[in-house]
């Protein structure tokens, strides 16, 4: 092995999968709440500069562990036989609800405050912390015993949340909703690309038998989402798409309740 195969080799390091509620997923969550402490202990200094920190911060970790989960997964290495191999695993490939936060927090370093950077950062407010919060709750399906990977997928889902807190916390994203209908617009909008995107690579003929499933709405897969899984089994295509659109949009309503309600409280106080 060369040196950058001997270090994909050592960053395929693993460890004990970690459980729902066990050490590993308790001590991330006790991060989440740390750092959304220190978030609002400095609110009274936030500004655009400390929003574009905090951004760059949360999506060049996020990028930087995603691309080395990319390669660690795609790069094989048989002890045993000392053979070496690279195989992309498609069904990994970046562009989910969760993965979209890096690319969002990351174009937005770029944009100047205005209707197009508002959105997005609505988006990140209002949809993509449904699978945050997902993951803080149930975050079996997450856990591998790939210890980059666990960092990987702590850092990208929690990581997340605490940017969604920030930008309402800090009324960066207002909460009303015009935000509200524009973050389900984004949304939208990346569930299409998603879905073009998993037609296009199907026919293609370059999975090699691997699945391709973006956003979890592909014709040819199953999702493996909890729930729609099940629907899916059972209605058509459409209608499965449909339930999923809605069932989102209406879980972005929920949040945007929710931060209303502790809008009013912090007014009230």
Request: glycine share 2%.
């Amino acid at each position: 092995m060369n040196f950058f195969e001997q270090i994909l080799y050592w960053l395929q390091g693993e460890m004990n999968t970690p459980t729902a509620y066990g050490w590993f997923h308790l001590l991330c969550i006790f991060l989440v709440v740390l750092f959304i402490y220190l978030l609002y202990l400095n609110r009274k200094k936030y500004n655009d500069k400390q929003l574009k920190l905090v951004l760059f911060t949360y999506g060049s970790i996020a990028l930087i562990l995603e691309l080395l989960k990319q390669l660690i997964w795609t790069f094989n290495y048989d002890p045993a036989t000392k053979i070496i191999t690279w195989d992309y695993e498609w069904y990994a490939f970046p562009f989910q609800l969760c993965s979209t936060p890096i690319y969002v927090s990351l174009i937005c370093l770029f944009l100047k405050k205005g209707k197009t950077r508002t959105a997005l950062l609505s988006y990140l407010a209002y949809v993509t912390i449904l699978g945050s919060i997902s993951t803080i709750l149930i975050p079996d399906s997450c856990f591998t015993s790939d210890t980059l990977v666990n960092i990987h997928t702590m850092w990208l889902h929690l990581g997340s949340f605490v940017v969604s807190v920030y930008l309402l916390m800090n009324k960066e994203v207002e909460v009303n909703i015009t935000n509200l209908k524009n973050s389900i617009k984004v949304f939208l909008l990346f569930a299409t690309l998603a879905y073009i995107s998993n037609i296009v690579i199907y026919n293609l003929g370059i999975l090699n038998d691997e699945s391709f499933n973006m956003f979890y709405i592909s014709p040819y897969f199953e999702s493996s989402l909890p729930v729609f899984v099940d629907i899916q089994k059972v209605v058509p295509h459409i209608v499965f798409l449909l339930i999923y659109i809605i069932a989102l949009s209406i879980g972005a309503y929920i949040i945007y309740f929710i931060a209303k309600l502790f809008s009013k409280k912090r007014r009230a106080n």
